[in-house]
């Protein structure tokens, strides 16, 4: 359910990818130095964007670097590193955990399964670290399978459970800017659910597995879908344009504005093509 809020890549400039990888880049390298390798098997571009997002909201001051390591070992990547970093890639091990948990218990996922088992030991301290987060982490995703299993037709409802996730991973601390974040997560939350839902349509139907609009009774509507989904992104950047950014605004506009719609159709056409 992941991997989908990332940059149009085509349209960043040459600054603008260099910065984007070297955050990327700093995130691996951070879940590597907290957890594990093996954690960065989970990596995903979506805790690029939080950590870009955190970064130009609180503009806090930043390590660089350059080095070679196991995974591009030829030639030196640049990377950048910062409390707001490290919080990313906090939260990329503690949603691979459950996430894995979950394909385990409701696919039977044996690669799931073992990864789940190599990530377990780093619960405890992301817990003792992040309990709010971790907490609303694990009850989501349980709750989530829940509905899943229920076979829930409203899909207003687990997508509103996946943003209450994203909801409270947006919100660092509680401040001034809390609310607005918690709004956007919470929309960017329901965009994510539902946009991976039109993804997977037809591959759920034809494995019989859930898939909010199959349980609603929909057939396949493309049309239909959008409206749904430029609702849920007009909610989450009507917060996202009250936080004041400067610091990359526009990278994450490029996200935000174009990224997930480039990613969204392009998800769409492979799975097209697979049927």
Same mark, same amino acid.
Request: proline share 4%; charged share 30%.
């Given at each position: ?5 990332? #940059? ?9 990818? #260099? ?7 700093? =995130? ?35 390590? /660089? ?17 910062? @409390? ?15 996430? &894995? ?14 990864? #789940? ?19 609303? =982490?694990?009850?989501? =995703?349980?709750?989530? /399978?829940?509905?899943?299993? @229920? ?17 409270? =991973?947006?919100?660092?601390? @509680? ?6 974040? @918690?709004?956007?997560?919470? $929309? ?8 991976? $839902? ?23 509507? +493309?049309?239909?879908?959008? +409206? ?39 998800? &769409? ?7």
């Amino acid at each position: 359910m992941f991997g989908y809020v990332t #940059a149009n890549w085509k349209e960043l400039t040459q600054p603008q990818q #260099a910065r984007y990888g070297a955050v990327y880049c700093g =995130i691996c390298r951070e879940i590597r130095q907290r957890a594990s390798g093996v954690a960065r098997m989970g990596l995903s571009y979506d805790m690029a964007f939080l950590a870009l997002l955190l970064m130009s909201l609180y503009e806090p001051e930043e390590e /660089s670097g350059k080095k070679a390591c196991k995974l591009h070992s030829v030639k030196p990547r640049p990377w950048v590193d910062n @409390e707001y970093v490290r919080y990313a890639a906090d939260m990329n091990v503690a949603l691979s955990y459950y996430n &894995c948990l979950d394909d385990w218990q409701d696919d039977g996922k044996h690669a799931a399964k073992m990864l #789940a088992e190599k990530l377990e030991p780093f619960q405890p301290e992301l817990e003792q670290r992040w309990p709010r987060q971790c907490a609303a =982490i694990k009850t989501c =995703i349980a709750r989530l /399978s829940r509905l899943e299993k @229920e076979n829930c037709p409203n899909p207003d409802e687990p997508a509103s459970c996946f943003g209450e996730l994203m909801a409270q =991973i947006l919100v660092y601390r @509680e401040d001034l800017w809390a609310e607005d974040l @918690e709004q956007m997560g919470f $929309a960017l939350g329901r965009f994510i659910y539902l946009l991976d $839902a039109a993804v997977d349509y037809d591959r759920d139907k034809r494995k019989g597995k859930y898939n909010p609009y199959l349980a609603m009774g929909m057939d396949k509507d +493309e049309a239909r879908w959008e +409206e749904y989904l430029v609702l849920a992104m007009g909610r989450c950047t009507e917060s996202y344009e009250k936080l004041p950014l400067v610091q990359d605004k526009a990278l994450l506009d490029n996200i935000l504005y174009s990224g997930v719609w480039v990613n969204y159709r392009g998800k &769409c056409k492979k799975e097209d093509a697979h049927d």
